[in-house]
């Protein structure tokens, strides 16, 4: 009903109690003035009465015409508070309207510039990794150059061994021809000059193993600082992300209860629903106020014609009945208007209390406010201590700079120290390699195109740089990105916070218009506070970010550094094996000259032209002394000047004629030598051939080593696996014995109990059901288990086969070996024997080692079988696991014998005897036990559950090690651990030698030298400049005159007697 039409009802119900007023004090006037009888005059003790009652209901009138008023003013009150409320929520509707399709928008720009971010993140990273490859290519093209220059020099070794064979080859000549010893001194000069040369080529090179060692031992230091200094920085990303993880916890704590705040503005929504019924229950109320209007009006009425019947009752006391029912009528029309008063006031009282309600709900908010307002500002200080980390984190960034720029100037002094060192090797080579022309262009075009390398890198640096930066506007754009993303969160946010602003104004409508503002301010600042610790965690987020980059940058120098300490230590390793290869063809030189000597005293008619060759040798020393002299100033202005290098190119190209002369004389020389060449040719093969067998014996050793190991171990687990089986066994026998024993007693209570052992069977369905469950698992892990120890039964099988096959292989080398070690003895047998006693020697050395290596052949074939036997213990680990397997099927059919008997226990549940059942106390403690039986019955099959479990990690790792035994059967190159084998044996050298006593290899292999060193392989291992064939000779010698005092007794006595003769002697 509209307020208009409900003011004019109240208006009409006024004018008629006006007009009832009015006729009423008509009546009272006209009753005064009219003259009175005795017999229609009323008694006054009755009229005043009567007036008195009309009194009272005119203060009643006015009591509800005032109670209507206040009614009315509070619906006004309210219809104008609704529709305030009304607008301010369709006003608030359009604001999130709004903002909702703003950040639509602003979210489907960002995913378009995202993507667009991403299609130029992959165009980037493929031209990265085209770059890349170039960088490889380069790389490669280096790595090739480097090879072709390590090809170059030792190309200009050869040269250089051929010129010092030349050399040695006319101290040869100046010795046998004794007319021309004023030449001897002169080449003596020459010997003492290449000697020193070599000398200081082997100080140099021990200098610069000494400088590279160092240098890798600074870089290595210094690696170990920056992964020091990683590992700090790693702990110190640990606890920033920790620190982020927590202010996410608290960004979480603060959203739930923002969330619980909303679901309490949910709560009082619905009682402002409440309210609203209540408010549309008032408007149906009033009807029946008009309904009581009217009904005043009627009573107005009944009062009008009330007087009009007093009026008649003064006329005649004969109409007194009627008026004292009228009065009976209107006191209840009363007391009806007093009970409706008293439920309007009823009303006013709920809605007071509903409204303290309110109050007091708005009061928590407040408190909320308060606490989110507190959290706030332990949030900023967490963030001052987060800004304070992150200054921390910035100095130990600039601390990290400073130590890259240590890094990277220590980086460029090694490598100008690498290239002086490479520059001063490079121009000593050319000192001893004066007339290699070709090697120096080889070495220029090197340059040049170490010099083009170096200006493509140059180029591609500033792209490279380039692409830096477009990384970093990258990395900055999706940062950006990130902070628009953070802001549509903000805005989502803002927007649940605008709806919660809406349904607390909602819930408060009697408090509106008083506490809006200040709520909407509190929310305002509460929501900046929030977009300010996005902002900061996003910041936060982009700093991690960065630092994760640096140390991406920082590890990519560590493994820069690596990478180069690799490169030194291939280059050290180079040097060493360029060492070794010239004190190889030292000595190969040595050997050819010894057998020259031997060829030039039984060649006298060539003393003539070899003292020629000896005159040109020495006039091409001298050119060679010039030729040197030309190429160390060459050297010295080529790190100086590109124009001095070409003017010593040209010298060099004109001493190629003298050389081109020389090396037709030297290849003169080799026709007359070419059998000392093809014989040191076929010792050099034999010495490859040994050297191939001895890396074979020593991977068979330590592969034999390697099986030996993995067996024991694989016997202590099959030792344990055992144990742990009879154990299960042991267990399950016991939990057998015991099931049986609580069946049986169980069989003898549950027929009493079926019942309460229901609840019991559907619990033992389940165990059952798992234990089977688990039971085939640890059936399929066994049968995996053993199929896998089949496959490397198998596989053993197979490399036992491998083996036999190899062995007997290298005994048909052995016999190979043996055949040309009967041929190269008959040869020596024709030729002189003193000349060739060295090489003799050395045959019978390496005849030993290849009888040594037969030996441990046989130890490889012994490893074989020790192979079959640890195939057929791998075998009786099957075994042991099928009996374990086995063992389990008797656990399950323990419990199928179980189930059975609950299955039966069931039976008697359907068919309960006739005796009476036990009491409820005997009942419950049965069912008590039968409770702990299962309990038990489920700890056990728990426990068997994990031993399946430990025998399955068992098998696992019995697997493991088979694999670790299988690479290192197949590994190629195994460890050097030691050397040869040492001979376990004697009588395996099946030797022809009729000086068998004195025999330094027999001695060996049978075991009757002891502690015995010879002299001869000391003096062997030893570098000798020239002259090493001589004292591997003598000591070689001296080592059979100690066997043969070993051997023999009696002359060890003799000699001991003619020493002390000698003293006694002496001392006369």
């Known amino acids: 009903m509209p307020p208009a039409s409900k003011e004019a009802a109240y208006r009409a119900g ?62 006004t009150q309210l219809e104008a508070r609704v529709l305030q409320a009304d607008r301010q929520r369709q006003e608030l509707q359009q604001r999130l309207d709004d903002s909702a399709s703003g950040s639509q928008a602003e979210v489907s720009q960002l995913r ?9 993140n992959s165009s980037l990273t493929a031209q990265i990794q085209k770059l890349e490859s170039s960088c490889n290519t380069l790389k490669a093209s280096a790595v090739d150059a480097s090879e072709e220059r390590d090809e170059a020099l030792a190309s200009l070794d050869a040269r250089d061994e051929r010129i010092r064979l030349l050399q040695s080859q006319a101290e040869q000549a100046s010795r046998l021809e004794q007319q021309v010893q004023d030449k001897e001194a002169e080449l003596g000069e020459l010997q003492s000059t290449a000697q020193r040369l070599r000398l200081e080529l082997e100080a140099q090179l021990s200098s610069r193993d000494a400088q590279i060692s160092a240098v890798a031992s600074g870089r290595q230091q210094e690696l170990d600082r920056v992964q020091s200094d990683l590992r700090e920085r790693d702990a110190q990303m640990a606890a920033l992300a920790e620190s982020q993880g927590r202010m996410a916890q608290q960004y979480d704590a603060v959203s739930q209860e923002l969330q619980e705040a909303r679901q309490e503005v949910t709560r009082i929504l619905q009682e402002s629903e409440l309210k609203d019924t209540y408010i549309q229950d008032l408007e149906k109320m009033l009807p029946e106020l008009e309904s009581l ?7 107005q009425e009944a009062k009008a014609a009330l007087e009009q019947q007093v009026a008649s009752l003064q006329a005649g ?110 121009g000593q080579l050319d000192d001893a390699q004066a007339g290699q022309a070709n090697a120096v ?78 709520l909407r301010q ?51 390793q180079d040097l060493h094996r360029e060492r070794d290869h010239l004190q190889g063809q030292v000595a190969s030189l040595e050997a050819a000259r010894t057998a020259v000597e031997c060829q030039m005293s039984q060649q006298g008619d060539l003393a003539e032209r070899l003292a020629q060759q000896a005159e040109a040798a020495a006039v091409m020393e001298q050119q060679l002394d010039s030729s040197r002299a030309e190429s160390s100033q060459a050297a010295q202005t080529l790190a100086r000047e590109q124009q001095e290098k070409e003017g010593y190119m040209r010298d060099l190209e004109e001493l190629i004629p003298q050389l081109e002369t020389t090396m037709r004389e030297k290849a003169e020389l080799e026709q007359e030598l070419a059998s000392a060449k093809r014989a040191a040719q076929a010792l050099e093969q034999q010495s490859a051939l040994h050297r191939e067998l001895e890396d074979a014996l020593m991977r068979t050793t330590s592969a034999q080593e390697a099986l030996q190991a993995d067996t024991a171990s694989l016997q202590a687990e099959n030792a344990r696996l055992e144990q742990a089986l009879q154990a299960a066994q042991r267990e399950a026998s016991q939990a057998q014995e015991a099931d049986r024993a609580q069946q049986a007693q169980q069989a003898q209570r549950w027929q009493q109990e079926a019942r309460q052992l229901q609840e019991a069977l559907l619990l033992e369905q389940q165990h059952r059901a798992t234990a089977e469950s688990r039971a085939d698992e640890a059936a399929s892990g066994t049968a995996a288990a053993q199929a896998a120890v089949e496959q490397r039964a198998g596989h ?18 052995r016999g190979r070996l043996q055949e040309a070690n009967e041929v190269l003895r008959t ?55 099928a009996q374990w397997q086995e063992a389990y099927q008797d656990l399950q059919r323990q419990l199928q014998g179980a189930q059975a008997q609950l299955r039966n226990h069931q039976a008697h549940h359907h068919h309960p005897p006739q005796s009476p059942g036990p009491s409820d106390a005997a009942v419950n403690a049965r069912l008590r036990e039968a409770q702990q039986h299962a309990a038990e019955h489920e700890r056990r099959a728990n426990a068997a559950q994990a031993q399946v479990q430990g025998l399955v990690a068992e098998l696992e790792s019995m697997r493991r090690r088979m694999a670790d035994l299988d690479a290192a059967s197949s590994s190629p190159h195994p460890t050097r651990v030691g050397g040869i084998a040492p001979a376990r044996s004697g009588a395996l050298t099946n030797k022809k030698n009729e000086d068998a006593d004195y025999d330094i290899e027999a001695v060996m292999l049978t075991g009757g030298g002891g502690g015995f060193v010879p002299l001869a392989g000391v003096m062997r291992g030893a570098v000798f400049p020239l002259c090493k064939g001589p004292f591997v000779g003598i000591a070689h010698q001296l080592d059979r005159v100690a066997i043969m005092l070993n051997q023999r007794a009696g002359l060890r006595a003799g000699v001991m007697l003619y020493v002390l003769l000698l003293h006694v002697l002496a001392i006369l």
């Open 522 to 572: 509190a929310n305002a600042q509460l929501q900046q506070q929030l977009q300010d610790v996005q902002q900061a965690s996003s910041g936060e987020l982009q700093r991690l970010q960065e630092m994760q980059a640096e140390r991406e940058s920082l590890q990519q120098q560590v493994e820069a550094l690596s990478f180069a300490q690799q490169e030194s230590a291939h280059e050290v």
């Open 112 to 120: 378009t510039e995202l993507q667009e971010q991403q299609d130029a």
């Open 293 to 299: 209007g009217e009904k005043l009006a009627a009573e």
């Open 796 to 813: 053993l099988q197979q490399q036992v086969h491998a083996l036999s096959a190899e062995a007997s292989a290298l005994r048909a080398e």
């Open 14 to 75: 006024l004018q008629k109690l006006e007009e009832f007023k009015a006729k009423k004090a008509a009546g009272r006037r006209s009753s005064a003035g009219s003259p009175g009888s005795s017999n229609t005059a009323t008694p006054p003790s009755r009229a005043a009465r009567f007036e008195s009652e009309l009194e009272q209901l005119q203060k009643q009138l006015e009591e509800v015409e005032q109670s209507n008023e206040e009614l009315e003013d509070a619906n």
């Open 317 to 426: 006391q004969q109409d007194s009945a009627a008026s004292a029912t009228a009065q009976t009528q209107l006191q209840q029309e009363l007391e009806e208007l007093r009970a409706e008063n008293a439920n309007l006031y009823d009303a006013a009282a709920t809605s007071r209390q509903e409204k303290d309600v309110h109050l007091e709900n708005m009061q928590g908010l407040r408190d909320q406010l308060d606490s989110a307002r507190t959290q706030q500002e332990s949030l900023e200080g967490r963030l001052d201590s987060m800004v304070q980390a992150k200054a921390g984190t910035e100095q130990q960034l600039l601390d990290l700079q400073a130590l890259h720029a240590q890094l990277q100037e220590q980086l460029e002094t090694v490598d100008s120290e690498q290239a002086a060192v490479s520059q001063h090797l490079r």
């Open 441 to 518: 262009a080889q070495a220029a075009t090197l340059q040049q195109d170490k010099e083009s390398m170096t200006a493509d890198l140059e180029k591609l640096l500033p792209q490279l740089e380039e692409l830096m930066r477009s990384n970093a506007e990258l990395e900055e754009r999706s940062s950006q990105l990130q902070n628009d993303s953070a802001a549509a969160g903000m805005a989502a946010a803002e927007r649940s916070a605008m709806q919660q602003q809406l349904d607390q104004q909602l819930q408060a409508v009697q408090q509106l218009e008083a506490e809006i503002g200040p």
């Open 827 to 881: 040869q020596v047998q024709a030729s002189s024997a003193e000349a060739h006693q060295g090489e003799v020697q050395d045959l019978k050395a390496r005849l030993q080692q290849a009888e040594e290596r037969a030996e441990s052949l046989g130890d490889r074939v012994r490893g074989a079988d020790t192979l079959r036997l640890r195939m057929a213990d791998l075998e009786a680990a099957a075994a042991s696991t």
